[in-house]
């Protein structure tokens, strides 16, 4: 059900996607899918954490700005080449008038992969490619903050140099 | 009008805020009103500009890192101190489904603003006090759209220590 819900909405967006679809592409009932998922934002939402989840993996192969390169750029690379860029953007811009919307997405979503970078960011600390007196948290801010910046303010484009620009200034800083 | 219009939005929220309102304060008829604005929420919008533009001045003081921390904090506390936060946020978050306001948005809010904020930068690595190499409009995301990022999805705070840290970060690097 999952599976064919987040498949729905990234292949179609969020203005195609119908319990009735998702019910026809599952071998469902409507009442099975009600009787799990309160509405249709809900099973969309639910959709597409399961299936974005893989593409969105943090890697930990050791090295810090490899690993913050490869992730940034699946994450680009799935706003801006399927809908779930458009999906994203008017979850959060929906989120700003809907406090049960917004509580969802801060714990089902934005928490959790706030963690898990943060993590990754620790290690790299441990193993000392990082300073220890800088909060991940705020690296977090300043790389996916950043896309999410040009995908709801699109006034210059969100690309794969851009993350990579993210992530030489966070790492060098751009002091001369 | 726009100050009377940037007042009350800034002191009440968007919620409270009606032409009638303005009209009072401004002593002016909804007719006058209505003649230039063709809406509330162009009204609202344009008010909060006129009243926002001078907090959220840049200054240029010849020291690239305490003319951004002065900007920030300003900019930081007009988010989190007055109803500008919550208005901003609505706006952005109704230009998701709204391309009229998002055009709008755009061109008389994030982009003369990105230009102003580069502008600085660019003064800053003429003055050799910022990489020649940095791209200025990277930046902006990595210090303002970072910060739009904790009102946008607030799991983790927005205050003036945070705003520090993305200078800090962004200037010095967090590469040990």
Same mark, same amino acid.
């Given at each position: 059900?999952?599976?064919?819900?987040?498949?729905?909405? @990234? *292949?179609?967006?969020?203005? #195609? /996607?119908?319990?009735?679809?998702?019910? +026809?592409? =599952? %071998?469902?009932?409507?009442?099975?899918?009600?009787?799990?998922?309160?509405?249709?934002?809900?099973?969309?939402?639910?959709?597409?954490?399961?299936?974005?989840?893989?593409?969105?993996?943090?890697?930990?192969?050791?090295?810090?700005?490899?690993? @913050? *390169?490869?992730q940034?750029? #699946? /994450?680009?690379?799935?706003?801006?080449? +399927?809908? =779930? %860029?458009?999906?994203?953007?008017?979850?959060?811009?929906?989120?700003?008038t809907?406090?049960?919307?917004?509580?969802?997405?801060?714990?089902?979503?934005?928490?959790?992969?706030?963690?898990?970078?943060?993590?990754?960011?620790?290690?790299?600390?441990? *193993?000392?490619?990082?300073? #220890?007196?800088?909060?991940?948290?705020?690296?977090?801010?300043?790389?996916?903050?950043?896309?999410?910046?040009?995908?709801?303010?699109?006034?210059?484009?969100l690309?794969?140099?851009?993350?990579?620009?993210?992530?030489?200034?966070?790492l060098?800083?751009?002091?001369?």
């Open positions: 059900m999952l599976a064919a819900a987040g498949d729905l909405l @990234l *292949r179609e967006g969020m203005a #195609a /996607f119908t319990i009735e679809k998702v019910a +026809t592409l =599952a %071998g469902a009932s409507r009442m099975t899918i009600y009787k799990w998922w309160p509405s249709k934002g809900a099973l969309a939402f639910d959709g597409y954490r399961a299936t974005v989840e893989p593409t969105l993996a943090f890697p930990d192969t050791g090295d810090l700005a490899t690993d @913050l *390169r490869t940034l750029h #699946a /994450f680009v690379r799935l706003l801006t080449e +399927t809908p =779930a %860029g458009r999906v994203m953007a008017e979850l959060i811009g929906q989120a700003q809907d406090p049960e919307l917004r509580a969802s997405l801060l714990e089902h979503y934005t928490v959790p992969r706030r963690e898990r970078a943060a993590e990754v960011m620790r290690r790299a600390q441990e *193993r000392g490619q990082m300073r #220890a007196d800088a909060d991940p948290q705020v690296v977090v801010d300043q790389l996916w903050g950043a896309c999410y910046h040009r995908l709801l303010t699109p006034d210059h484009p690309t794969v140099d851009f993350a990579d620009a993210l992530v030489d200034n966070v060098r800083g751009v002091a001369a």
